[in-house]
């Protein structure tokens, strides 16, 4: 049998072992042609089987989506940064962002190149250790769109729930937490998420949006970064990231299989409050940094007591064959990235790593 690590790494992330084996099974000869996927016409009829279905199943698992367009782009949720305000913020209206961590903080900073950008809430004053409270948020008229980071990936943070922007649409980078809970996609005029951590692997970008708001981009743009390029082309305006798709399509399958949204919420809870109660019982030895009501059942951020126990925390993890738990740069600490493929064994293998190690150097 393979040996697989206990994998929290960041993204790329662990991918499903069902879906990578079914892959290899079909690796070399896909579908009887007599090629791999990465080797044949994106214009042909076996590709676009997998293009549309990958589409469609992504739809119906957010609840059907009618209205909404699917489109796999490239450039990674970065380039999103930057397209959105391209193509949605228009001459004299004002983009609107939450401040929430260091991704938000990105998209902010691309978005300032575009054109009129301002910070509505942040959550700077507390170091980024919860989600702005948006309870009274206010949208002036000309508001172009609402953009949230649904969970700043680095800090651990996440949105509980989302505010309601009535008619101004609400923009969601679900980078790294899309398909790992039930949300109302009707909420969003448009979410995007790079796929590497929850989709598939790096290499596709999905953007979900609601038609009317892809379907004029401005003219002045350059050709591959207006949406309505792609939506008009069903995403096959130039040669598509085909095996990416093709794994997206497998690890929607397989998010099927695993009873759809609600099963995997459940399952991620489940995994989330195994690692959480350790920290919380382990009378102050281990510390969850976040607010309580801002915690991430993505991203679990926690610290030691110093930065050097922090170091022996990562050296002797890696020889038990746990990987990825280095928090960010720069952020420090460490964090457990249990992504929707991450299995409820690896986080139970990692609390009884935690608990063990308290005990040896408590
Ligand atoms: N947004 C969030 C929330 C992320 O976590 C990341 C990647 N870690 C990005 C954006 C950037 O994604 P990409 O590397 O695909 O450009």
Redesign the pocket.
């Given at each position: 049998m393979t040996k697989r690590a206990y994998n929290f790494n960041?993204?790329p992330a662990a991918l499903p072992l069902q879906v990578l084996e079914r892959a290899q099974a079909e690796f070399v000869d896909f579908r009887n042609s007599g090629m791999s996927i990465m080797e044949m016409s994106h214009r042909g009829k076996v590709y676009e089987e997998v293009h549309n279905e990958a589409e469609s199943r992504l739809l119906s698992l957010l609840g059907g989506g009618k209205g909404y367009k699917v489109l796999f782009l490239q450039?990674?949720?970065?380039?999103q940064?930057a397209m959105l305000p391209m193509n949605l913020l228009s001459e004299g209206k004002v983009a609107s962002y939450v401040h929430s961590g260091s991704?938000a903080d990105?998209?902010i900073k691309e978005a300032k190149l575009i054109g009129q950008t301002n910070v509505v809430a942040t959550s700077e004053a507390n170091k980024f250790m919860s989600i702005p409270d948006l309870s009274n948020i206010q949208l002036s008229d000309d508001t172009a769109y609402l953009h949230v980071?649904s969970?700043?990936?680095?800090e651990g943070t996440q949105y509980q729930q989302f505010p309601d922007t009535g008619n101004i649409p609400l923009i969601g980078?679900m980078?790294?937490d899309i398909l790992s809970r039930q949300f109302d996609l009707n909420q969003f005029g448009l979410i995007y998420a790079?796929a590497?951590?929850n989709l598939g692997p790096?290499g596709v970008?999905v953007v979900i949006a609601r038609e009317e708001l892809i379907n004029n981009s401005p003219k002045n743009i350059p050709t591959m970064l207006r949406y309505n390029t792609h939506s008009s082309n069903n995403s096959l305006y130039n040669t598509p990231p085909a095996f990416s798709v093709y794994m997206v399509n497998e690890v929607l399958k397989w998010v099927e299989e695993q009873g759809a949204l609600e099963g995997i919420e459940k399952i991620n809870r489940k995994k989330a409050q195994l690692i959480y109660d350790t920290i919380d019982n382990s009378g102050g030895f281990y510390r969850g940094p976040v607010e309580a009501g801002s915690r991430s059942i993505m991203n679990i951020t926690f610290r030691l007591t110093s930065e050097e126990l922090e170091n022996q925390f990562i050296k002797e993890s890696e020889l038990e064959g746990f990987v990825g738990l280095k928090g960010h740069r720069s952020v420090g600490g460490l964090r457990a990235s249990i992504y929707n493929a991450v299995p409820y064994e690896s986080c139970k293998a990692l609390a009884d790593f935690m608990s063990h190690f308290q005990k040896t150097h408590g």
């Open positions: 960041a993204g450039g990674g949720a970065s380039t940064f991704w990105k998209a980071t969970n700043e990936t680095i980078d980078s790294s790079g590497q951590k790096s970008t």
